[in-house]
């Protein structure tokens, strides 16, 4: 029998995209870290474990040997949800056969790839289970399988899931395996699971095939986020659960003080944390619970960074394929979930509380509210604000399904509230789901109207909200400059939905600024360093700066120096939101701790010992 001590074993991320789940960098996704814990638990040494990405074995075939010359090969991966990828390419299929044909010892195929592949990972597809040519296939968790695998030396393993008990010491000993990722660890956020499962039953999710959810303990998670830390890691989202109102509840009802448990725990092992985040929220959850809602969120906004998003998974506002396809919440209750998130979470670091000037009405004059925008908005993202996800092709969709969309998403802008993203996509069939019966014919028929109607949301929704939630003169620090194009260099921040930075120029790669926005598009936005000195601002920079033309330009740039930016004539344009004059710092309004509430920090309830 093969001595786990002995055995070498590379696993390759193929990299995951599923509902309730990221795995596409800058995100490390749970699988390869809890399954490099299996693996340790059942007895392989750290050091005898690589990981790679399935885009540095594009980058360097080198690395393939990795794969060719381990005992034990572990492909990881898979895609139930299409989506536009910016930091990494997800494996094909073709791809994926090719990793199992290269590796010479026993090869261990798992993740989402198990519940099917189809030609390409896009939308309108219909999915069919694959094995793709692997010796052993999980059926159940791929780290289980692994642990089991290794476990009877190679032999075999029952499909099964893991418990929480497995995961309370996988994900801790796994964590090493992050400084293998080729952005650690500056260019890392590591998806956290709080729970997996869903007890509702949508048509076309993957995520109820998990079965009903399954909770962590607030001492385990914070565990691993302690774990993480220490080899590094400074970027978390709370991602992996179908509804964070419901953790360390009965699965339906909030529970805010696990919520402060989760949240104070973070944030006392990860004080020093740059971003903490989440994904998806329930409306549904919002509008049987409002009060116990709003707590929740009160507590999300008090310990989370700026930008975070709240998905909401509303999927059509038709009573038609809402009926037909077990949909949670009509139209209105959405509007209505939208309209507490936004008060209770809209809020920005630097904006009064509410019972000061400029400050945001509410019932308490000690807590900040939002929706905070217009002149007098503190100059930062929102601290929470909701992303609605529509899909297209499910069962009953007609022509009037776009125009129920279009109308609700109308309604949340001409209300004055805000959405941090509008996620529409075409629906991806899946053995196992209500919408493998009708399959991807609908969204095939509907191709040309879907693609008409997104191109109409972009243009009539998605431009006029993007400049309400980032207005000309947000500042957005630490931008991740990750490529050139045109003569521009296009970064992000790490963040949940994070949105794409262009600034003039050609700057150095890999590095991270600060950036002041000075105009947007669709779903991105321009800006300029922040502060932009006057005295040394080239002409493309000045001139991306609203109300400042070439000529005005040039005229500021035969001024120089200044001794003081307000000493600048440039006519109609307002230099104040972005520029200085000399080498001069200036503060970013709740960037000394940006996780912050209105008081004293929050603490933890947990009770540590360490």
């Not at 979930?337 to 670091?349: F, H, K, S, Y």
Request: hydrophobic fraction near 35%; glycine fraction near 10%.
């Amino acid at each position: 029998m093969t001595d786990p001590a002995d055995l070498s074993v590379t696993i390759v991320d193929g990299y995951v995209d599923e509902p309730a789940h990221f795995g596409v960098p800058p995100y490390v996704s749970t699988y390869p870290r809890y399954t490099a814990g299996a693996l340790v638990d059942a007895g392989v040494p750290e050091e005898s474990i690589t990981y790679h990405t399935i885009d540095e074995l594009r980058d360097d075939r080198n690395n393939h040997a990795d794969v060719a010359d381990a005992d034990l090969f572990v492909y990881v991966g898979g895609m139930t949800v299409p989506g536009n990828y910016v930091g990494g390419t997800p494996a094909e299929p073709d791809e994926v056969r090719e990793l199992e044909w290269t590796a010479d010892g026993v090869t261990l195929l798992g993740g989402p790839v198990r519940f099917g592949v189809g030609e390409e990972n896009a939308g309108a597809q219909d999915m069919e289970r694959d094995d793709l040519d692997y010796d052993f296939v999980a059926k159940g968790d791929v780290e289980a399988a692994a642990h089991d695998l290794v476990a009877n030396g190679l032999e075999g393993f029952g499909n099964r899931m893991r418990d929480n008990a497995e995961v309370d010491r996988w994900a801790a000993k796994g964590a090493f395996v992050v400084e293998q990722h080729p952005n650690h660890p500056d260019y890392l956020i590591c998806e956290m699971e709080t729970s997996r499962g869903c007890a509702y039953r949508c048509s076309f999710c993957t995520e109820p095939l998990y079965g009903n959810p399954a909770f962590r303990e607030a001492r385990s998670v914070v565990d691993e986020v302690d774990a993480l830390s220490d080899r590094g890691v400074k970027h978390f989202r709370l991602g992996r659960q179908a509804d964070i109102l419901a953790f360390g509840g009965d699965g339906e009802a909030p529970n805010p003080d696990a919520l402060r448990e989760l949240y104070g725990g973070i944030r006392e092992v990860a004080p020093d944390l740059e971003t903490l985040h989440l994904d998806n929220m329930n409306p549904v959850t919002i509008v049987e619970y409002p009060e116990a809602s709003r707590e929740a969120i009160r507590v999300i906004a008090e310990h989370n960074t700026p930008g975070d998003t709240a998905a909401f998974g509303l999927e059509s506002a038709d009573p038609v394929v809402q009926e037909e396809n077990n949909l949670l919440v009509t139209a209105e209750e959405c509007l209505e979930a939208v309209r507490v998130v936004n008060e209770e979470g809209g809020w920005r670091p630097g904006d009064p509380p509410a019972g000061e000037p400029g400050g945001v009405p509410g019932p308490d004059d000690a807590l900040r509210y939002g929706p905070s925008t217009g002149p007098d908005a503190s100059p930062r993202l929102p601290k929470l604000l909701p992303g609605i996800n529509l899909v297209h092709g499910l069962k009953g969709e007609r022509p009037e399904t776009y125009e129920h969309n279009k109308r609700f998403l109308g309604s949340v802008y001409d209300e004055g509230l805000m959405l941090r993203r509008i996620n529409v996509r075409q629906v991806m069939a899946f053995a196992g789901t209500e919408m493998a019966e009708t399959g991807a014919e609908i969204a095939q028929e509907h191709t040309d109207r879907f693609q008409a109607y997104k191109r109409e949301v972009r243009e009539t929704i998605d431009n006029p909200m993007l400049d309400r939630v980032v207005p000309p003169g947000t500042v957005l620090p630490d931008v991740h400059l990750e490529y050139h194009q045109d003569g521009k260099t296009f970064g992000r921040q790490l963040g949940t939905y994070a949105l794409l930075v262009a600034v003039p120029g050609e700057r150095e790669l890999g590095t991270a600024i600060d950036v002041a926005v000075t105009d947007h598009g669709y779903r991105s936005v321009t800006g300029v360093p922040y502060p932009l000195d006057v005295n040394t601002a080239s002409m493309d920079e000045l001139t991306a700066i609203p109300g400042i033309t070439r000529n005005t330009a040039g005229d500021v740039v035969v001024g120089r120096p200044y001794a003081a930016v307000d000493e600048v004539d440039a006519g109609v344009a307002d230099l104040s939101r972005f520029a200085v004059a000399g080498d001069t710092g200036v503060p970013i309004p709740g960037r000394e701790r940006p996780g912050s509430g209105p008081g004293a920090d929050a603490r933890s309830p947990l009770g540590r010992g360490d």
